[in-house]
């Protein structure tokens, strides 16, 4: 049992208009998500358009890769920028700015006539939401008292999930339409600029006044010490671990999925409609050279992955044709009736969105209901959670489908349930005046470390091996983050107390 005293820091009541705070955080935040997960949805489209790609690019894949990959480095490399001048400047104001910033990007985006101007647009698409990702749980940590900020943190994340669902289905909808992958871009504008003028009208408590903050502290002490904070150094480990299995499984368990229990067949009808595929300019996707190949191995039997891919590697396609458009051919002579990637896709997606939405307000809940009754109990909710994900995740693996799709509901559930603890942890350890900096460090690690090198790591793996093993190797970090998580269950409650007792003397009435 704790002290009820530590469920006091912070303001002892909930500031005014924090509600309106929240809702419109809450709404940037699945703005937000919608306009990252935009991009995924129109990758298909990006690779049929002349004006950004020839169709025997050598490097398309790679290329496709990169506008993601820019986003994320670009978001991740300024966040400590912009958690700085949040000790200098309005929060609201630099929340204002970054959300029209990457707005205008993202519209910029659709109007791209080039890659390189494509890639500069979601370099500022990250740029503008560095402006913003390590700011907005700063500013509701100031907002809400700390027995709250559980419950909170976890509604504000809840745009994780329920955010890149939508944007999977706004990119995939609306690219369908006469707007084109173009349009798909464009349709978050509008209602990201209303969210990002609203922020102007906005005003911070007085707790978050330059006045109460002091002079900012160099990066060099604020690095010391939070490295001193045994929570702090706990939790960003944990989701370090969690983020490179989350960022690599979100990007390859779909085409894993499709390639396990796929069926193929190699007719005449389907290589037919595979020629008749064009990019904008009217070029054969595939060369006529391709398609004269493909033919030879006409066949009514129906093949797995590895026997499509080893039929492939017989025929007389050469090693750079096999790299270039395997994938193409892959979809074109999918079975009848066999799953298709997109139908792959869109399970995986309902199932990410549905058990992301519940998990994430429940450990919310969870933090914040069990904080009097359980030492840590922040860490053990997160750390537990993980814990509880490992079987179904390694299930998954070897369960037939559609049972497996039990084991990847349960597995994205318990790994979401932390979302809302860990953010707790991170801004119930850290001073007010680094609260900001606190968070873009976290940003910092949790990507350099996990989601931006794991999906090509796990593609090394899959080449060497399989993807079934990558994912099997991933599986030991999930272990990893719950065992970190629960090392650090047993500093919070100390950590927590101390800052408490500085946060009081900047909220000596409460408000």
């Given amino acids: 049992m704790i002290a009820t005293i530590s469920t006091q820091a912070?303001?002892?009541?909930?500031?005014?208009?924090?509600?309106?705070?929240?809702?419109?955080?809450?709404g940037i935040n699945l703005f937000n998500y919608i306009?990252?997960?935009?991009?995924?949805a129109v990758?298909?489209?990006?690779?049929?358009?002349?004006d950004l790609f020839r169709p025997d690019d050598p490097n398309l894949k790679s290329k496709l890769g990169w506008l993601t990959t820019a986003f994320l480095v670009s978001y991740m490399l300024l966040s400590p920028v912009f958690g700085k001048l949040a000790e200098r400047r309005s929060c609201w104001v630099l929340v204002g700015i970054g959300v029209i910033l990457w707005s205008l990007a993202s519209g910029g985006s659709g109007l791209a006539v080039g890659y390189l101007a494509l890639l500069l647009t979601r370099c500022l698409v990250g740029v503008g939401e560095a402006a913003y990702g390590p700011v907005a749980p700063a500013m509701l940590s100031d907002l809400y008292p700390e027995r709250k900020r559980g419950r909170i943190m976890a509604w504000f994340y809840l745009a994780i999930p329920v955010g890149s669902a939508l944007g999977f289905v706004i990119g995939g909808q609306v690219a369908d339409t006469s707007l084109g992958w173009r349009g798909a871009f464009q349709v978050v504008v509008i209602p990201g600029l209303v969210l990002g003028a609203l922020c102007f009208f906005m005003r911070a408590p007085r707790q978050t006044n330059q006045e109460l903050r002091g002079k900012p502290a160099s990066w060099r002490v604020v690095l010391r010490e939070l490295k001193g904070v045994r929570s702090f150094v706990f939790c960003c480990a944990g989701m370090t671990c969690t983020t490179f299995v989350l960022g690599g499984v979100a990007a390859w368990a779909p085409y894993y999925i499709f390639e396990r229990e796929a069926r193929f067949e190699i007719t005449s009808p389907a290589l037919d409609k595979m020629a008749e595929?064009?990019?904008?300019d009217s070029t054969p996707v595939l060369p006529s050279e391709v398609m004269q190949k493909l033919r030879l191995l006409v066949s009514a039997e129906s093949l797995s992955t590895e026997e499509l891919k080893a039929a492939l590697t017989r025929s007389e396609l050469t090693q750079d044709e096999r790299k270039q458009y395997q994938q193409r051919i892959f979809e074109g002579v999918t079975a009848k009736g066999s799953i298709s990637l997109g139908r792959v896709g869109l399970i995986f997606g309902g199932i990410v969105v549905i058990s992301g939405l519940v998990s994430t307000l429940l450990g919310g809940w969870l933090g914040d209901a069990l904080k009097t009754r359980l030492r840590g109990s922040y860490f053990k909710v997160c750390g537990y959670g993980a814990f509880i994900a490992f079987p179904p995740f390694v299930a998954m693996l070897f369960v037939?489908?559609?049972?497996?799709?039990?084991?990847?509901?349960?597995?994205?559930?318990?790994?979401?349930?932390?979302?809302?603890?860990?953010?707790?942890?991170?801004a119930n350890v850290s001073r007010h005046n680094i609260r900001a900096r606190a968070f873009a460090v976290n940003i910092f690690i949790i990507h350099a470390l996990g989601d931006a090198i794991s999906p090509p790591l796990i593609g090394w793996v899959g080449d060497r091996a399989s993807l079934g093993l990558a994912f099997l190797l991933c599986s030991v970090l999930i272990m990893a983050a719950g065992t970190l998580w629960l090392c650090g269950a047993r500093y919070l409650d100390e950590e927590t107390e101390r800052i408490t007792e500085s946060e009081r003397t900047l909220h000596p009435t409460g408000a």
């Avoid at 303001?11 to 419109?24: D, E, I, K, Y």
């Avoid at 990758?43 to 002349?50: I, T, V």
């Avoid at 595929?277 to 904008?280: A, D, P």
């Fill in 400 to 426: 037939p489908f559609p049972y497996a799709w039990g084991c990847v509901f349960l597995a994205v559930f318990f790994l979401f349930i932390n979302t809302g603890p860990a953010n707790t942890i991170l």
């Fill in 277 to 280: 595929l064009r990019s904008t």
């Fill in 35 to 40: 306009d990252r997960q935009v991009l995924s």
């Fill in 43 to 50: 990758l298909p489209r990006l690779e049929l358009d002349a």
């Fill in 10 to 26: 912070g303001p002892s009541q909930v500031a005014p208009r924090a509600g309106l705070a929240l809702a419109l955080l809450l």
